[in-house]
């Protein structure tokens, strides 16, 4: 009997121990959350493809995103082994409109052949945004990945924080979405200022746009761009929502609304009604904080877009780049009628409108932002063949400062404390080592990136093409990109100007690399 007392004894004092260790460790929130039984959920993931394959579900039926996308995540946030062994699980034989991308045998012009293990990588937008129409604060973004729209409230203050640490540390761009610019965004990391319908952040005292506090708050910080949100993936033509119970005292005062309250921004802004006046809004923006001005917006009815081309086809005035969020994108909380049926998926979307653009004949004077699960590598691929110049990560940004896609961002009920206000949760979030795995994911994704755009024979991912790109059905036929989306083989991925510079840039920075390289002792 006593044998049995003893081995309660010891698991119990096990059991405390455990508790105590994971209550004050910082490497995991869900443990520090959750301890002692948050280990079963490390247990599960560890053991979990072995019984996957017998008893539930392969590593490519999840969704939104799948086993195997987020295992890349963890393990590219965490630099750890973030290859796959034994062949893909991917089911090529039988999908239709699986994405191959076609390298060639033999290198491309100025194709860097170096090995890239885990050194850093620049790759810099292949344009300069607000060159075209001659912005006083033009710059060349340094990062074609950069860190999408999640603003402080549907993330935590710790979330946005971890995430513009990260942004400065990998050298890209944080989007501050339209919930506002808090202190949370204040640490280093380089910001695209977006300016939603309700004008959190630039509005008056009665909720009206003021142009004066926005010249204001984007010299108060290091804000490189304004993005004004037309509409977004996961709820498009509706504006943005946050819970009541996510509305604190900090994000009411930053807001200017009530505490505790319901935070619905209106559908569509009051500022402008129509391309012209947008247009003239972009430009009075424009002229007064010297900043590149561009939109984001989910794609549906193309009249708008047709409209926005002509009359930045006649010159004078025009946005600086243009943010396609596809329908599969994220958000914090929709109605799901809007997250599941309205607006085109990324592909299409984006299709739609570049080749707009491209048959104007001004692609170039536009720098072309892609969003909407784009933050896996293929994914990423297509979206630069069809034309985009950079690509914005939301929830792979969020998975890879501990997200697990418990798709519980509605309720504040986040179990590792990124998209919730509550203290219960947010206490797990670690943001120094967070910090340090958002950049390491971005950085891991710039690196399969420049990976893959050597595979295919070229320098830059902004010089893959449509026609680098095939959309196979099954083992029976393949359609390329410029086919399937009605892209004219005539229309240049970049002008020739363009070319030279982005190929210039990574040329010279594979001579670099390759200077070091020979300096180290053998």
Request: hydrophobic residues 40%.
């Amino acid at each position: 009997m006593r044998w049995r007392y003893a081995i309660l004894g010891g698991s119990a004092v096990a059991a405390a121990a455990t508790a105590v260790h994971d209550l004050v460790q910082t490497r995991h929130a869900i443990l520090r959350n959750f301890p002692v039984i948050g280990h079963g959920r490390f247990l599960v993931e560890r053991v979990g493809p072995e019984l996957r394959q017998y008893i539930v579900t392969s590593n490519d039926e999840e969704r939104p995103f799948s086993r195997d996308q987020r295992s890349w995540v963890y393990a590219s946030s965490k630099l750890e082994n973030n290859y796959f062994g034994f062949g893909t699980d991917n089911d090529v034989e039988q999908v239709v409109g699986y994405p191959i991308i076609k390298h060639r045998t033999f290198t491309g012009p100025g194709a860097a052949v170096m090995p890239h293990a885990q050194e850093e990588v620049r790759l810099p937008c292949a344009k300069v945004l607000g060159a075209a129409r001659g912005r006083t604060h033009a710059f060349r973004p340094g990062s074609v990945v950069n860190i999408s729209g999640m603003s402080f409230g549907s993330l935590s203050g710790k979330a946005v924080e971890a995430l513009n640490r990260g942004a400065a540390a990998a050298g890209c761009l944080q989007n501050t979405g339209e919930g506002a610019l808090s202190s949370h965004h204040r640490h280093g990391g380089d910001i695209v200022f977006q300016i939603g319908t309700s004008y959190f952040g630039c509005r008056d005292e009665r909720g009206r746009f003021d142009l004066g506090r926005l010249v204001d708050l984007v010299q108060s910080a290091p804000v490189r761009a304004i993005e004004v949100k037309l509409s977004q993936g996961a709820k498009p033509g509706l504006g943005g929502m946050l819970p009541g119970g996510k509305v604190s005292r900090e994000i009411a005062e930053i807001r200017g609304i009530p505490e505790g309250v319901d935070c619905a921004s209106p559908s569509r802004h009051a500022v402008f009604r129509d391309v012209d006046s947008m247009l003239d809004f972009v430009e009075e923006v424009a002229a007064a904080t010297g900043l590149p001005v561009g939109i984001k917006s989910a794609v549906g009815n193309l009249t708008m877009w047709d409209e926005l081309v002509e009359q930045m086809a006649g010159g004078g005035r025009g946005v600086d780049f243009v943010n396609i969020d596809g329908g599969e994108g994220g958000t914090g909380a929709a109605p799901m009628i809007f997250a599941d049926s309205v607006a085109y998926p990324f592909r299409l979307a984006f299709a739609q409108v570049h080749r707009r653009f491209a048959q104007a004949g001004i692609a170039d004077d536009v720098v072309f932002v892609g969003a909407g699960k784009l933050g896996i590598p293929e994914n990423a691929v297509v979206a630069f063949a069809l034309g985009a110049d950079m690509v914005n990560v939301g929830r792979e940004a969020m998975m890879a400062i501990g997200c697990i896609q418990a798709q519980k961002c509605h309720t504040d009920h986040c179990p590792v404390g990124v998209a919730t206000q509550n203290p219960r949760y947010t206490r797990g979030l670690d943001v120094t080592l967070k910090s340090e795995r958002a950049a390491n994911y971005v950085r891991s994704l710039r690196r399969d990136l420049l990976k893959v755009s050597e595979a295919v024979g070229v320098v830059h991912p902004g010089l893959i093409g449509p026609g680098d790109v095939d959309l196979v059905d099954g083992t029976r036929s393949a359609v390329g990109l410029a086919e399937a989306y009605g892209y004219d083989p005539s229309w240049p991925r970049l002008g020739p100007r363009l070319v030279e510079e982005v190929e210039a840039i990574m040329v010279a920075q594979d001579a670099t690399h390759r200077a070091a390289a020979e300096e180290q002792p053998r």
